[in-house]
């Protein structure tokens, strides 16, 4: 039975995948890689420090770069995504989340955030959503990122629920892999999953209890 749903943030809660994406492809391109939306798609849920690496590696110069290099080119790309966040607002919540998030409390059920972006507590604020979250998964505290499944976990642990009785919501392909890899039943938005929905308008409590069946 579902007692809880765990969230993902990017690209689930709100868009902020595409400011992910115009920050890399500028740092990229500053160290002459080019990256495409294609290309994007293998980074979305993958922590910052691994996307970078990935970024470098696609672009054949990982070796070129010591550990000090990575963290500060890092960092770069991490001051331009803030600058990208400055303007986001409650406007930014995607069509139908709020009131999801609304159906599921008013249900007594958990609601827990299971994001690898150290961003995240920032960016629910400047939604107007954090009060409305009952646990944020710190992915400091994790070992591994998305597609390990810790951070989905460390989540159900947080809003105090066996793996079992939850639902985690995602749209990277890495991210159903870590659902997948602890047994959370999942749901996909616009990526395969256990339970794939196109959009997020298509949540509700209803549509979710599928899973229970
Ligand atoms: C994930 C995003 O949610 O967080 C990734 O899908 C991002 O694209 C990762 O790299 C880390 O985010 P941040 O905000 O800590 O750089
Ligand atoms: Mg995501």
Known sequence: MIKGVIFDLDGVITDTAKFHYIAWKNLASELGIEIDEKFNETLKGIPRLDSLIKILEYGGVRQKYSDTDIDSLAD???????LLLEELSKDDILPGIEEFIDELR???IKIGLAS??????????KLELIEKIDFIAD?????????????FI????GIGLEIENTVGIEDAESGVKAMRACNMRSVGIGVEADLTLKGTSELSLEVISMLDK
């Open 116 to 125: 690898v972006s150290k961003n995240a507590p920032t960016i629910l604020k």
């Open 76 to 82: 770069k790309k991490n001051e331009e995504y803030k």
């Open 106 to 108: 008013s249900n007594n």
């Open 139 to 151: 992915p400091s505290k994790v070992a591994k990122g998305k597609p390990a499944p810790d951070i």
């Open 154 to 157: 460390e989540a159900a642990r």
